[in-house]
């Protein structure tokens, strides 16, 4: 057992899996950018203040969740935690910036590490990536819409195929209120039937009942009044308007009208995904929702806004149960060429030549130990390299000898010529297959 371990509920992402995520990461912001958005990135941490108004105090987020930094005298004691999600620091830069007075919507995208001090399980890290956009000053529907088109695309590019979008509205300031002293008559009414963790979200935020995990609570749940027979006309309005636009886009989604998410900045539109076969918490992929009152309680004036976070994580473990993840998972390109050398110790010409070849474009790696040239080509072959370039003693030093390893063919080449013969001969070059009219056959050998 090492001494030292990655700390509970975070993991290192070997080559493998950082590739993988890389590569959701490329997808989501190529995809962002074909959709107007524009990359942003703020600060690790911020000011407690930010996540306590922004997402709000009485949410398991900021009570139990957040990653507390410990302050230091000379800060004036601000308080500062790392950033439990993207959506609260990116609308303090808004506000911060006078992004009201750029063209609207302010269309922004980030992909970055998140943290949240949770109880540990599967597929429920301490440290976990998020793909993230958000629009700011677009009233929607049509941007809902937009955004949820966005998600279900990004799933399907990955290689997801089989999810599920669960949509709902909950409401705004104008008509939550009164549903949520509905919804607390029928709990209070029901009380006897309530576990002690759901009498304590009754007393704090009702609305999180509607998420119990707890089975008898489901039951109750069941016939709660739904916020959507609740909504204002306005907020009514709007969500016939982004379902009509889901429809006219040919996204599908499932009406959830128990869905009620996490954080307390949602208005409106909120949805929800989840891989097929699934349900609960830790199993969803991606969430997000519109917050028109979020710009205002972090200092700015009243403007509304849509985004949504993506789990990569829980993507690449979705991919991976469902046995979809061969682009995802795929290896990584091998080297064009290993340099290798007949006299061992001559580290300096290999790491010259392999030098070269970079500079010019070329992946290459040099062999850098000092063994004997048969093990060194059996490394270059292990490598999966298409070619080694063999320095010898000829002519001088004027040119080296490349082998084809998969044909075991080679021949000299001028070592001022070599950048450019790599490049054509890989351009010609399957590895693995049998070429028509191979570049390098002609070698001795
Ligand atoms: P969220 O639902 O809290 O929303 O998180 C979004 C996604 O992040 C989740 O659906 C899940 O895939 C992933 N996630 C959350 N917690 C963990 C964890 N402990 N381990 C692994 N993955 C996790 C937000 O964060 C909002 N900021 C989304 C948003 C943007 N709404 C509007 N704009």
Known sequence: MPAYRAPRGTRDLLPQDQLAISRLRALGEELAQRYGYHPIATPLFERVEVFERGIGEITDVVEKELFLLAPRDEDGGERWALRPEPTAGIVRAYVQHGMHSWPQPVKVTTTAEMFRYDRPQAGRYRSFWQFDVEAIGDPGPAVDAEIIELADRFYRMAGLDRFTILLNSIGDPVCRPAYVAELTAYYRAHEAELP???????????????????????????????????????????????????????????????????????????????????????????????????????????????????????????????GSSPEIDAPEPSPVAVVVGSEPGDTVSRLRVATELRAKGLAARAELGTRKLGKQLEAAARDGAHFAVIIGDELAGSHVQVRDLEAGTQRAVAVDDLPRELERATKTHRHGLVEAGPPLAAGEG
């Not at 002690?196 to 609305?207: C, D, I």
């Not at 119990?212 to 609570?217: F, P």
């Not at 886009?249 to 307390?264: F, H, I």
């Not at 995904?273 to 929702?289: R, W, Y």
């Open 196 to 322: 002690p963790t759901e009498l304590a979200r009754l007393e704090r935020n009702p609305l999180r009942i509607l998420d119990s995990k707890d089975e008898s609570t489901a039951a109750l749940n069941a016939a709660a009044p739904k916020v959507t027979d609740r909504l204002c006309d306005a907020c009514a309005e709007h969500f016939a308007g982004v379902v009509a636009h889901l429809e006219a886009l040919g996204v599908a989604y499932t009406l959830e009208p128990r869905l009620v998410r996490g954080l307390d900045y949602y208005t409106r539109t909120a949805f929800e995904v989840f891989p097929a076969g699934s349900s609960g918490q830790q199993s969803a992929i991606g969430g997000g929702g519109r917050y028109d009152c979020l710009v205002e309680l972090l200092g700015g004036r009243p403007t509304p806004g849509i985004g949504f976070g993506l789990g990569l994580d829980r993507v690449l473990l979705a991919l991976r149960d469902a």
